[in-house]
Every structure is written in structure tokens, then in C-alpha cells.
């Protein structure tokens, strides 16, 4: 169950323990949700899913995490509004090899948008798109580069070299620094269109995508499926 609101800070992020994505997770500011309604701990549930935030719905579960509310670097401040969750850098690693890095914009309400990047900070989708449009928003230019991109990219590396298989690593650049938000490894739910998978199967070595020699990726990795524009990556 919850703890006592006066236990925690005066703002925080509340996700329920069953969903998955950002369906459901609220930021309570000043123990409202974004100042939209204040929140109760013996009704926060209902009150989520009445505000609606993030794709909360009535599955929502009765069991929540509370985790620290971060904001942008204030380098990024014009990408944060009140209660906006700040800029996600997803970083598609085959072992310590950073194949992409993937910005995501997340707005309270509205549909998230996309760029993907090289470690050079060239844009990789100009010309097609690595997501389907039908899960995902249009792709919006205007992501600066980050002024500590080396530092994301080592700590990216890090990681992915410990894991030592294909995943995602996926970091915020947040006004405390440099903070771990999760690894996956069945990144935009298993899709990414011809275009970006016919981009991410070249760095495919070993058996699970980061041994020591080139091999051929195997057929779960790039088999196109049944849906329009997309295909799987594991």
C-alpha cells in the first residue's frame, strides 16, 4: 500500500505495479496531478484513472511504486511545461556498440514523437521512418544535442558491455545528472519498420547480438510481420 503522503517528498512520480510503458504513471506535484485535481492516498486510484493521466484506465491496479520526480537539464527546459516528464534517451546497444540513440518526447496528453540519432548526432530517420507511424507520432526535429552526449554514451556503454546482449538502454538527461530509467530488451513492444531493421541488423554479432564474430541475426530478428510497416526486433 501507499505511505503516508506526508512520508514522502511534495513531488513525486506514482505508477501502478501492473502496467506497462508510461500507461498510468502520474507525476504529483505539490500532491496534486499536475494541478489538475488533488490526490488522495485512500482514493488514488480512482483518481488516476478519472484524471486519465498517461493512459491510465480501469485496469489500473490497486498497488503503486513511488520513484523520484526528475525534470530536464535545464539545457532542455523548453521541452519541459509544468508536470511534463522530461526527454527519454533510448540508446539501441549490441553489447558496449551504440547502433542508435533514440529521443523521445512525452508530453502529459497527446501522442509521444521520435528522432533517432547516430553517436555523431546525425539524424538516422530523415529519409524513413524507424517507428510506425500508427504507434507513434511524427518525428520532430529541433532535439539539441546534448551538451554531455559523451558522458550518456560512456554510461550507455556500461552498461550494455556488462549486459553484453542486444537492449536498450534508455537514460534521462535530468537536472541531477545523468539517471538510469530502464533496460529492455523487446524495445517499441518487438516494432521497428523495414527501414530501421534493415539499419539495426548489420551490428547483430554472436548468438544473442553482441559476440565476436558477424553472424547472420536469426529469423526472429528480422522477420516482418503481418502488421503494416513494421517488423520484429527482439
Known amino acids: 500500500s ?37 490526490l488522495h492516498r485512500d482514493k488514488a486510484r480512482k483518481t488516476i484513472v478519472n484524471t486519465g493521466a498517461f493512459g491510465a484506465s480501469t485496469s489500473v491496479s490497486d498497488e503503486f511504486i513511488v520513484e523520484r520526480y526528475i525534470q530536464n537539464h535545464e539545457a532542455y527546459a523548453e521541452w519541459q511545461l509544468h508536470c511534463e516528464s522530461p526527454l527519454d534517451f533510448k540508446f539501441y546497444m549490441f553489447g558496449e556498440v551504440v547502433a542508435a540513440i533514440a529521443v523521445r518526447d512525452r508530453p502529459m496528453t497527446g501522442l509521444p514523437s521520435w528522432q533517432f540519432f547516430d553517436t555523431e548526432w546525425n539524424i538516422l530517420d530523415g529519409e524513413c521512418d524507424f517507428i510506425p507511424r500508427e504507434k507513434h507520432a511524427s518525428k520532430v526535429a529541433g532535439f539539441a544535442k546534448p ?4 558522458e550518456m554514451i560512456e554510461a550507455a556503454k556500461l552498461v550494455g558491455s556488462t549486459l553484453g546482449v542486444f537492449a536498450r538502454v534508455d537514460l534521462y538527461n535530468a537536472n541531477v545528472g545523468i539517471v538510469f530509467g530502464e533496460v529492455t530488451y523487446w524495445p517499441a513492444n518487438g516494432l521497428l519498420t523495414q527501414c530501421g531493421n534493415d539499419y539495426m541488423t548489420p551490428f547483430w554479432k ?15 530478428f528480422h522477420k516482418v510481420i503481418s502488421q503494416p510497416g513494421a517488423s520484429t526486433l527482439c
Open 206 to 220: 554472436g548468438v544473442e547480438g553482441a559476440g565476436d564474430n558477424h553472424t547472420e541475426a536469426p529469423s526472429w
Open 2 to 38: 501507499l505511505p503516508e503522503f506526508d512520508q514522502l517528498p511534495r513531488n513525486f512520480i506514482l505508477k501502478p505495479s501492473n502496467l506497462f510503458n508510461a500507461n498510468g504513471v502520474v507525476p504529483v506535484v505539490g500532491k496534486s496531478v499536475c494541478g489538475r485535481k488533488e
Open 147 to 150: 551538451h554531455n552526449l559523451d
